[in-house]
């Protein structure tokens, strides 16, 4: 029986796989800032967390992003780098969603690992945009916390919120509910 849930997991985390490959590349080509892509590509890093553990979230977390970095990513390595702080998120997710708290706590919990996120995310992007992209530290100044900070926090919002409407559906598509 321990080894049906193996496969079972194998095989929804290789559909969350494709599925965040495809959100990528369909989402990918829609700019909403000359380097900022629409990007709904962790929408099934999160579905995988909600349905099978962080285990699963953080699998499919780290086999997309690096193929991501080989396939069609502009940023290369530093893209894998910047996208696997998701990780907090993911484990945020899976610390406090299905605990028997209240909402206010579940809310707060997660918040303060998106929180976390986002100040590793905004690190992250200062040092490699100032290094490797070779842009001024007065531009990124002027970008990090009125461009870049409300991008990231509406992609992991957008992409969080839809995970949790869409993960009871998902269940009961897949047989997981009665």
């Not at 990007?39 to 991501?68: E, K, N, W």
């Amino acid at each position: 029986m321990a080894n049906n849930r193996k496969v079972i997991n194998i095989v929804y985390n290789a559909v969350f796989i494709i599925m965040s490959l495809i959100l990528a590349l369909l989402f990918g080509k829609i700019s909403i800032f000359p380097f900022l892509k629409l990007d709904f590509s962790d929408l099934p890093v999160f579905l995988a967390t909600l349905i099978s553990g962080a285990s699963s979230g953080i699998i499919v977390l780290f086999v997309v992003s690096f193929l991501r970095s080989l396939m069609f990513s502009s940023a290369g390595w530093i893209g894998f780098l910047i996208r696997i702080t998701t990780v907090i998120v993911v484990i945020g997710l899976d610390l406090f969603w299905h605990k028997k708290i209240k909402m206010i706590y579940k809310i707060l919990g997660i918040s303060f690992f998106i929180v976390l996120c986002l100040i590793f995310r905004l690190i992250l992007n200062y040092y490699f945009w100032i290094d490797f992209f070779g842009i001024s530290p007065n531009i990124i100044d002027g970008m990090l916390f009125t461009i870049i900070l409300p991008y990231n926090l509406l992609r992991i919002l957008a992409s969080l919120i839809a995970a949790i409407f869409l993960e009871q559906p998902l269940k009961k598509l897949i047989g997981l509910l009665n």
